[in-house]
């Protein structure tokens, strides 16, 4: 059955530092979305990509966060200067569509900033 | 603001209990509910509900949804020890279909 991967599976790094996490969507899925879920609280959505373009993004994806699907089969979240509170599990998911299609989540990347 | 509740926040129960696990939610544009079990790492999909008063079920597992009232509910018929999660729900919206996820109800099923 196909999956979403992601690597690395965990990444620790300084503050300042930047980092790219990556995702591989499965390969006919049109819509990726990234989650994070600090430890103990809920998953929170970031930002969703369709169309080598952001649709929608929330309040928590700043200037320090990128996406880019940079060869077609990738899918990469930048955070350009990591902060204490970035720490968290990073969730990829893809769909085939929109919202009348389940979302698909990768086995997530834990983040730990120090 | 799109917001999802669950219920109860902790539930322990015994092997073989039945249980109800509430979700209400507030989601602009809303297109479905989902329900998801998280044990260690990711979320895995359990119910898709777009439509009102339609029972899906999975073995022990059934959901249903109501528009109306804006809740959804997921019950476990005769729990067992593996139940022993974290179940999720989120609401979709039309847009990108950018899920907003509830709090999580915490589940134990003791032996």
């Known amino acids: 059955e196909p999956e979403v991967t992601q690597t690395p599976s965990h990444q620790v790094t300084q503050m300042g530092q930047e980092v790219i996490l990556r995702c591989v969507p499965i390969s006919n899925h049109l819509y990726f979305y990234w989650y994070r879920q600090i430890l103990g609280q809920k998953v929170e959505f970031l930002v969703s990509?369709?169309?080598?373009?952001?649709?929608?993004k929330s309040e928590i994806f700043d200037d320090q966060f990128s996406v880019e699907r940079p060869d077609g089969s990738n899918f990469t979240l930048k955070i350009r200067s990591t902060k204490l509170e970035d720490s968290a599990m990073y969730f990829c998911?893809?769909?085939?569509?929109?919202?009348?299609?389940?979302?698909?989540f990768g086995p997530g990347t834990r983040l730990t900033v120090t | 603001e799109d917001k999802v509740v669950q219920s109860p926040l902790s539930l322990v129960v015994h092997e073989g209990d039945t249980v109800t696990l509430n979700c209400s939610y507030e989601?602009?544009?809303?297109?479905?509910l989902l329900w998801y079990k998280q044990e260690k790492k990711a979320p895995t999909f359990l119910f898709m509900l777009t439509s009102s008063g339609i029972e899906k079920k999975s073995g022990r597992l059934s959901s249903i949804l109501d528009k109306k009232e804006l809740f959804s509910i997921l019950n476990i018929t005769a729990t067992q020890t593996g139940d022993s999660a974290i179940y999720l729900c989120?609401?979709?919206?039309?847009?990108?279909?950018?899920?907003?996820f509830g709090d999580g109800t915490t589940l134990t099923v003791k032996p």
């Open positions: 989601v602009t544009n809303f297109r479905s």
């Open positions: 998911a893809s769909s085939p569509g929109r919202a009348d299609y389940e979302q698909y």
């Open positions: 989120a609401g979709r919206n039309t847009n990108a279909g950018k899920s907003t």
């Open positions: 990509f369709y169309n080598n373009e952001i649709s929608e």
